[in-house]
Protein backbone atom coordinates (compact mmCIF):
# COMPACT_ATOMS: atom_id res chain seq x y z
CA UNK A 1 0.00 0.00 0.00
CA UNK A 2 1.39 3.89 -0.87
CA UNK A 3 -0.19 6.42 1.30
CA UNK A 4 0.65 9.91 -0.96
CA UNK A 5 -0.26 13.35 -1.06
CA UNK A 6 -1.05 15.50 -3.92
CA UNK A 7 0.78 18.72 -4.00
CA UNK A 8 -1.66 20.53 -6.23
CA UNK A 9 -5.42 20.46 -7.60
CA UNK A 10 -5.98 17.39 -9.59
CA UNK A 11 -9.17 16.16 -11.48
CA UNK A 12 -9.16 12.28 -10.62
CA UNK A 13 -9.79 11.66 -14.48
CA UNK A 14 -6.45 12.72 -15.36
CA UNK A 15 -4.50 9.92 -13.51
CA UNK A 16 -5.79 6.73 -15.26
CA UNK A 17 -5.29 3.13 -15.51
CA UNK A 18 -2.12 3.56 -18.09
CA UNK A 19 -0.54 6.39 -15.76
CA UNK A 20 -0.18 3.88 -12.46
CA UNK A 21 0.32 1.33 -14.72
CA UNK A 22 3.12 3.10 -16.12
CA UNK A 23 4.23 4.49 -12.81
CA UNK A 24 4.54 0.89 -11.94
CA UNK A 25 7.18 0.09 -14.91
CA UNK A 26 8.95 2.90 -13.61
CA UNK A 27 9.62 1.50 -10.36
CA UNK A 28 10.28 -2.26 -12.07
CA UNK A 29 13.19 -1.00 -14.49
CA UNK A 30 15.58 -0.07 -12.12
CA UNK A 31 16.02 -3.83 -10.98
CA UNK A 32 17.85 -5.67 -13.46
CA UNK A 33 15.44 -8.54 -12.51
CA UNK A 34 12.37 -6.32 -13.74
CA UNK A 35 13.62 -3.76 -16.36
CA UNK A 36 12.12 -5.62 -19.06
CA UNK A 37 8.96 -6.93 -17.74
CA UNK A 38 7.16 -4.42 -19.95
CA UNK A 39 8.36 -6.21 -22.53
CA UNK A 40 8.02 -10.37 -21.27
CA UNK A 41 5.26 -12.03 -23.37
CA UNK A 42 2.65 -13.18 -21.95
CA UNK A 43 0.94 -12.21 -18.73
CA UNK A 44 1.92 -9.65 -16.83
CA UNK A 45 1.25 -11.08 -13.06
CA UNK A 46 0.66 -7.84 -10.73
CA UNK A 47 -2.55 -5.71 -10.35
CA UNK A 48 -3.72 -2.64 -8.48
CA UNK A 49 -6.92 -0.84 -6.54
CA UNK A 50 -8.45 2.79 -8.14
CA UNK A 51 -6.74 5.34 -6.10
CA UNK A 52 -8.70 6.21 -2.94
CA UNK A 53 -10.97 7.69 -2.02
CA UNK A 54 -12.34 8.20 -5.72
CA UNK A 55 -12.31 11.70 -5.84
CA UNK A 56 -10.63 14.70 -6.94
CA UNK A 57 -6.88 15.08 -5.92
CA UNK A 58 -6.62 17.70 -3.53
CA UNK A 59 -3.30 19.51 -1.93
CA UNK A 60 -1.91 17.63 1.08
CA UNK A 61 -5.45 15.07 1.04
CA UNK A 62 -4.73 11.51 1.97
CA UNK A 63 -4.76 8.85 -0.96
CA UNK A 64 -4.41 5.30 -1.28
CA UNK A 65 -3.01 3.21 -3.78
CA UNK A 66 -2.61 -0.82 -3.64
CA UNK A 67 -0.11 -2.83 -5.93
CA UNK A 68 -0.70 -6.51 -5.69
CA UNK A 69 0.81 -9.52 -7.26
CA UNK A 70 1.40 -13.51 -6.80
CA UNK A 71 5.42 -12.80 -7.12
CA UNK A 72 7.14 -11.47 -3.94
CA UNK A 73 10.18 -10.31 -5.50
CA UNK A 74 8.58 -8.11 -7.36
CA UNK A 75 6.29 -6.55 -4.45
CA UNK A 76 9.76 -6.58 -2.56
CA UNK A 77 10.93 -4.64 -5.60
CA UNK A 78 8.40 -1.88 -5.45
CA UNK A 79 8.84 -1.53 -1.66
CA UNK A 80 12.79 -1.43 -2.15
CA UNK A 81 12.80 1.41 -4.58
CA UNK A 82 10.12 3.45 -2.69
CA UNK A 83 10.61 3.50 1.07
CA UNK A 84 13.37 5.32 1.09
CA UNK A 85 11.83 8.45 -1.41
CA UNK A 86 10.08 11.42 -0.21
CA UNK A 87 7.92 11.53 -3.48
CA UNK A 88 6.92 10.62 -6.65
CA UNK A 89 5.26 11.64 -10.02
CA UNK A 90 2.30 10.61 -11.52
CA UNK A 91 2.65 12.06 -15.08
CA UNK A 92 3.89 15.53 -14.07
CA UNK A 93 2.30 15.81 -11.05
CA UNK A 94 4.33 15.85 -7.90
CA UNK A 95 3.15 13.25 -5.08
CA UNK A 96 4.91 13.30 -1.46
CA UNK A 97 5.27 9.67 -0.36
CA UNK A 98 3.72 9.49 3.27
CA UNK A 99 3.94 5.76 3.60
CA UNK A 100 4.94 2.50 1.39
CA UNK A 101 4.16 -1.08 3.67
CA UNK A 102 3.75 -4.32 2.78
CA UNK A 103 0.39 -6.13 3.39
CA UNK A 104 -0.21 -9.68 4.25
CA UNK A 105 -3.17 -11.53 2.68
CA UNK A 106 -6.32 -12.26 4.20
CA UNK A 107 -8.31 -15.66 5.01
CA UNK A 108 -11.54 -14.98 3.16
CA UNK A 109 -13.89 -17.06 1.73
CA UNK A 110 -15.47 -14.31 -0.35
CA UNK A 111 -14.22 -11.95 -2.66
CA UNK A 112 -15.72 -8.45 -3.70
CA UNK A 113 -14.41 -6.99 -7.09
CA UNK A 114 -12.99 -3.40 -6.39
CA UNK A 115 -12.20 -2.76 -9.65
CA UNK A 116 -14.51 -4.31 -12.87
CA UNK A 117 -13.39 -7.35 -13.65
CA UNK A 118 -12.99 -7.68 -18.02
CA UNK A 119 -13.55 -11.00 -20.07
CA UNK A 120 -13.23 -11.34 -23.97
CA UNK A 121 -16.24 -13.18 -25.52
CA UNK A 122 -14.27 -13.10 -28.49
CA UNK A 123 -10.64 -12.14 -28.31
CA UNK A 124 -10.12 -12.31 -31.87
CA UNK A 125 -12.25 -9.33 -33.10
CA UNK A 126 -11.29 -7.62 -29.46
CA UNK A 127 -15.23 -8.31 -28.47
CA UNK A 128 -15.50 -8.00 -24.33
CA UNK A 129 -18.42 -10.32 -23.02
CA UNK A 130 -21.59 -7.62 -21.79
CA UNK A 131 -24.12 -9.26 -19.66
CA UNK A 132 -26.39 -6.31 -21.51
CA UNK A 133 -26.09 -8.34 -24.52
CA UNK A 134 -25.59 -12.10 -23.35
CA UNK A 135 -26.87 -12.71 -19.69
CA UNK A 136 -25.51 -15.89 -19.69
CA UNK A 137 -23.68 -16.51 -16.23
CA UNK A 138 -22.90 -19.92 -17.14
CA UNK A 139 -20.93 -18.78 -19.70
CA UNK A 140 -19.29 -15.81 -17.99
CA UNK A 141 -17.93 -17.90 -14.78
CA UNK A 142 -17.05 -21.20 -16.99
CA UNK A 143 -14.84 -18.37 -19.50
CA UNK A 144 -13.59 -17.03 -15.96
CA UNK A 145 -12.43 -20.51 -14.29
CA UNK A 146 -10.66 -21.17 -17.33
CA UNK A 147 -8.74 -17.86 -17.55
CA UNK A 148 -7.80 -18.08 -13.82
CA UNK A 149 -6.37 -22.05 -14.05
CA UNK A 150 -4.42 -20.94 -17.08
CA UNK A 151 -2.52 -17.89 -15.46
CA UNK A 152 -2.22 -20.03 -12.35
CA UNK A 153 -0.45 -22.73 -13.78
CA UNK A 154 1.44 -20.61 -15.89
CA UNK A 155 3.02 -19.08 -12.99
CA UNK A 156 3.34 -22.03 -11.24
CA UNK A 157 4.25 -24.37 -14.15
CA UNK A 158 1.49 -27.19 -12.95
CA UNK A 159 -1.26 -28.74 -14.23
CA UNK A 160 -3.56 -27.71 -11.05
CA UNK A 161 -7.48 -28.39 -11.93
CA UNK A 162 -10.54 -26.93 -10.06
CA UNK A 163 -12.90 -30.14 -9.48
CA UNK A 164 -15.42 -27.70 -8.40
CA UNK A 165 -17.03 -24.67 -9.74
CA UNK A 166 -15.25 -21.37 -9.36
CA UNK A 167 -17.76 -19.89 -7.44
CA UNK A 168 -20.73 -21.75 -4.93
CA UNK A 169 -22.33 -18.35 -4.72
CA UNK A 170 -22.35 -14.65 -5.95
CA UNK A 171 -24.39 -11.65 -6.17
CA UNK A 172 -24.29 -9.61 -8.88
CA UNK A 173 -23.43 -5.56 -9.11
CA UNK A 174 -23.86 -3.67 -12.80
CA UNK A 175 -22.07 -3.72 -15.70
CA UNK A 176 -19.80 -0.97 -16.23
CA UNK A 177 -18.39 1.02 -19.51
CA UNK A 178 -14.59 2.30 -18.89
CA UNK A 179 -13.27 4.64 -21.24
CA UNK A 180 -9.59 4.67 -21.76
CA UNK A 181 -7.05 6.61 -23.89
CA UNK A 182 -3.26 5.35 -25.31
CA UNK A 183 -1.59 7.26 -27.17
CA UNK A 184 -4.28 9.22 -28.20
CA UNK A 185 -6.53 6.50 -29.33
CA UNK A 186 -9.92 6.31 -27.36
CA UNK A 187 -11.54 2.56 -26.42
CA UNK A 188 -13.93 1.31 -24.14
CA UNK A 189 -13.63 -1.76 -22.13
CA UNK A 190 -16.82 -3.43 -20.92
CA UNK A 191 -16.18 -5.30 -17.20
CA UNK A 192 -18.80 -6.33 -14.44
CA UNK A 193 -19.10 -5.11 -10.33
CA UNK A 194 -19.89 -7.76 -7.98
CA UNK A 195 -20.90 -7.54 -4.57
CA UNK A 196 -20.43 -11.09 -3.65
CA UNK A 197 -17.78 -14.53 -5.23
CA UNK A 198 -18.15 -16.86 -2.76
CA UNK A 199 -16.39 -20.32 -2.46
CA UNK A 200 -15.45 -23.24 -0.35
CA UNK A 201 -11.92 -22.84 1.00
CA UNK A 202 -9.70 -26.02 1.46
CA UNK A 203 -6.45 -27.03 1.70
CA UNK A 204 -6.15 -28.32 -1.75
CA UNK A 205 -7.39 -24.93 -3.49
CA UNK A 206 -6.21 -22.57 -0.93
CA UNK A 207 -3.00 -21.41 -2.57
CA UNK A 208 -5.06 -21.38 -6.09
CA UNK A 209 -7.84 -18.47 -4.50
CA UNK A 210 -4.66 -16.86 -2.73
CA UNK A 211 -3.37 -16.50 -6.23
CA UNK A 212 -6.24 -14.70 -7.41
CA UNK A 213 -6.93 -12.27 -4.68
CA UNK A 214 -2.98 -11.30 -5.50
CA UNK A 215 -3.48 -11.53 -9.36
CA UNK A 216 -7.06 -10.24 -9.86
CA UNK A 217 -9.63 -12.22 -11.86
CA UNK A 218 -10.03 -11.65 -15.66
CA UNK A 219 -8.56 -9.93 -18.51
CA UNK A 220 -5.68 -6.85 -18.51
CA UNK A 221 -5.17 -7.20 -14.28
CA UNK A 222 -1.73 -5.44 -15.51
CA UNK A 223 -4.46 -2.29 -16.13
CA UNK A 224 -5.82 -2.42 -12.72
CA UNK A 225 -9.37 -4.95 -13.62
CA UNK A 226 -10.13 -7.14 -11.88
CA UNK A 227 -8.80 -6.53 -8.22
CA UNK A 228 -10.59 -8.24 -5.72
CA UNK A 229 -10.92 -7.68 -1.73
CA UNK A 230 -12.05 -9.79 0.78
CA UNK A 231 -15.93 -9.44 2.31
CA UNK A 232 -16.70 -10.24 5.30
Known sequence: MIKFEPKEHIKYSDIDKYTIQGFIYSLLKNDESFSEYHNTFGFKFFNFSNIFPVSDFEKNSLKKLIISSPNDDLIKSMYTQLKNRSSFRLKNYKMELLKVEILRNKKCSKFISSTPIVL?????DNRYYSFKQNPDFNFFFKRLKDNAIKKYNAFYGT???????????????????IRLVKNNN??????????????????????????????????????GFGFLNCRK
Do not use: A, M, P
Open 120 to 124: YENNV
Open 159 to 177: DFELDSELFTNFEFGREVS
Open 186 to 223: KFIVIGSLWKDLEFDLTSQNKDFYNFLFDNGLGEKNSL
